[in-house]
């Protein structure tokens, strides 16, 4: 109640102010409606992240278009109902940079001043976990976009959010055998490792895990986030004494710190690990330094062999777009999805209501399958795509950059409770 | 410590410094001779780096991709001075940083809005493919022919400057403008033509650095704020300057870098206050300079 009472002020007072300075007569506008709902969708549409950012948008603006209507995976979902429990979702955009700053303001006028219901996005872990805390505070409900690291839903987990890519610790623990198994127990790896949350907690999962399985990790080279030039960094790269390349860098900074590895001839030497693969990585580097390359995806249009949601997602998306989405179309669309899916069980769209739902842990078909979130730290349990990149000659279309080697299932790689650090604040 | 990797890392400074020294000699020339403070330089950067890319991808030769970065570069310096700069000559440098830095806001977005925020593949070039051996250190051969080229590049605008008349007048206006102008020249022609030199100058340096970082709209954010202590350290409106403060800037970049990474942010600024507190006009530069 309080949601739609806030929402028809709201809109009743925009429309007056409209009204007013269109000349309208004043009384004129007792037409706003308390029939719909807001949500802040929050995208990196600038910055080094800022290509995900915008396949991050699509997948929401693809997700709302179809919440409203009934159609394509929402429609699956929700049985063909349209919009969240008979009201229509109204959202704004905003950009968040890539950086924290402006993610927390916009995030902060989302709830202020538009009374969301809920919000969602951010690239990078620095901006969600700083947006988490907004949730908090606000007791607003936080969908997270992509963020991987062990501490968005470890030390700086919150009640109010909840994140679905796959944590640093999922992917080195369903990386780490593969990797072990196609090029052996015995390789020194060196690291590439921008400086913050993400960077760091990858690089430690990953040294755990192939530690584990027997390889050495020789250096660690840390660079700070965003880094434009990394020649000094791989100098010191060249010169380790390793035959494996781990990069840890993300985004544009993924991109050119792999592009100028190959100029200094990196990775003549070393094989290159890429444990997570951003949205446009493979057509940032090209093919050509692609190929042979192993990592993880958090999803893939590939996945649509195996789960039929994804088929449709694959399908609607290009038909909107004009091309198949990337991953962080995937979580903006599922996001939205298990959150309409959480308001219809709860009967409500009071953030507080849905918390409970989420935290009973139903699994969603969506395009990874069937997934859930865990009740103790807000992690979504989820499958963790392996894959190889493919040589440019065995690449059907210019998207096909990767191969599906595995797809770990969720539970056999999550992060034990105990150890994630996490102690939800009470709702 | 490897005397070898020491070395490498000597010569990245020299290839990072060479970059720095053109932008920041299209941006000296600029403020020393029109007094002028240009926040877009680094938006002018980034458009002639597109402007290269996109008929580098297209036609598959550098040599027109380069070309096209530096025409790009040119026009839009002559069609910004014409439209917007020219009035603000005479305005109070805090107008010229807010009208300069709206306009690298609209370039940089209209950028966006064209060629989306991801990241661009520019290739090396085959002539620029591969490793060579400098004395033991394995270098990138492209690194070496961007310092070739900026060295070349340096040279032919030192000619310019110092041996022709047009350079004449430049180097009367950085001077004395109003005497220049009294003396019958077209001082408006003149500062058009600097101006977009200048851009030139960035357009150049954004084709060739495109291949050693990564097409995107943002890539001129880092090199502006370098090359702005770059000059400072150099010295504002010095030939010189800008290319020992460029190689300056450059080695303690690179050397911080690879071998105190902690401080590495910090230490070009900390050069840049001490070269303020010790020699406030710069290496290079004169005392009393407006």
């Known amino acids: ?427 | 410590m490897d005397l070898h990797l020491v070395a490498a890392q000597l010569l990245n400074g020299v290839a990072l410094g060479a970059i720095l020294a053109l932008v920041a000699l299209g941006l000296t020339i600029v403020f020393g001779l029109l007094g002028f403070v240009n926040f877009a330089h680094g938006a002018i950067f980034t458009s002639g780096a597109y402007g290269g890319w996109v008929v580098y991808t297209k036609t598959g030769s550098f040599v027109l991709g380069v070309a096209t970065a530096l025409a790009t570069a040119f026009v839009l310096g002559i069609v910004i001075e014409r439209l917007l700069i020219r009035s603000y000559y005479n305005r109070p440098p805090e107008d010229q940083i807010l009208v300069t830095f709206g306009l690298a806001i609209v370039i940089v977005e209209t950028i966006r809005a064209i060629f989306t925020g991801q990241t661009q593949t520019f290739e090396t070039p085959s002539w620029g493919n591969g490793v060579v051996n400098v004395a033991g250190i394995f270098y990138p051969q492209y690194r070496l022919e961007v310092i070739a080229v900026v060295a070349v590049t340096l040279l032919a605008i030192y000619l310019l400057i110092y041996k022709t008349r047009i350079g004449l007048i430049v180097r009367a206006g950085i001077d004395d403008p109003l005497v220049v102008n009294l003396l019958g020249i077209n001082v408006r022609r003149t500062f058009m033509f600097v101006f977009a030199m200048g851009a030139a100058l960035a357009g150049l340096a954004g084709v060739f650095d495109s291949p050693l970082l990564a097409v995107n709209p943002d890539m001129g954010t880092d090199v502006l704020v370098q090359s702005f202590v770059v000059i400072v350290i150099g010295g504002v409106g010095s030939f010189g300057g800008a290319i020992v403060g460029g190689l300056i800037a450059g080695e303690i970049i690179s050397l911080a870098t690879a071998f105190i990474p902690d401080y590495s942010q910090a230490l070009l600024y900390v050069a840049m206050a001490l070269v303020l507190i010790l020699r406030p006009q710069g290496l290079f530069g004169v005392v009393g300079r407006s």
């Open chain 1, 1 to 427: 109640m309080t949601d739609s009472r806030r929402s028809f002020l709201t809109t009743s007072l925009g429309a007056a102010g409209a009204l007013a300075a269109s000349g309208f007569p004043f009384p004129r506008l007792t037409l706003a409606a308390d029939d719909t709902l807001f949500i802040g969708l929050l995208c990196d549409q600038t910055g080094s992240y800022s290509a995900d950012g915008g396949d991050l948008q699509k997948g929401y603006e693809l997700a709302i278009e179809d919440l409203n209507a009934g159609t394509g995976v929402m429609g699956k979902v929700l049985g063909g109902k349209k919009g969240v429990l008979g009201k229509k979702i109204t959202y704004k955009i905003a950009d968040t940079q890539t950086k924290p700053d402006p993610a927390v303001q916009r995030a902060t006028e989302f709830i202020t001043q538009d009374k969301a219901s809920m919000f969602t996005g951010g690239v990078s872990t620095a901006e969600v976990i700083a947006m988490e805390k907004t949730a908090q505070q606000n007791k607003v409900l936080f969908m997270t976009g992509a963020s991987g690291s062990n501490d968005t839903t470890g030390k700086d987990c919150q009640r109010y959010a909840f994140r679905s890519q796959c944590d640093a610790y999922m992917v080195s623990k369903a990386l780490a055998p593969v990797l072990a198994a196609k090029l052996g127990k015995k390789r020194r790896a060196v690291y590439l490792v921008p400086d913050y949350s993400y960077g760091h907690s990858l690089a430690d999962s990953m040294k755990e895990f192939t530690e584990k399985e027997g390889w050495t990790t020789v250096a660690q080279v840390v660079a700070p986030f965003p880094t434009s030039d990394y020649s000094s960094y791989l100098t010191n790269i060249a010169n380790a004494n390793a035959d494996t390349f781990v990069n840890i860098e993300f985004g544009n900074d993924g991109v050119s710190s792999t592009k100028q590895a190959a100029q200094f001839g990196v990775l003549k030497k070393m094989q290159l690990v890429v444990p997570n693969i951003s949205t446009y990585f493979a057509d940032g580097v090209g093919a050509d330094i692609m190929g042979g390359v192993y990592g993880t995806l958090p999803w893939s249009f590939r996945l649509q062999d195996r789960y039929p949601m994804a088929k449709i997602f694959v399908d609607s998306f290009t038909k909107k777009y004009g091309s198949r989405p990337r991953w962080t179309a995937q979580i903006a669309y599922d996001q939205i999805a298990i959150w309409a899916d959480a308001c219809y069980r709860a009967k409500s769209v009071a953030s507080a209501d849905v918390i409970k739902v989420l935290e009973e842990g139903h699994p969603i078909e969506l395009s990874l399958g069937k997934v859930y979130y865990r009740a103790g730290d807000h992690q979504q349990v989820r499958p963790v795509p392996i894959v190889l990149g493919k040589k440019p000659e065995a690449m059907q279309g210019k998207d096909d950059f990767f191969e599906i080697l595995e797809v770990v299932p969720g539970e056999s790689v999550m992060q034990p409770l105990n150890l994630t650090g996490c102690t939800l604040p009470p709702v």
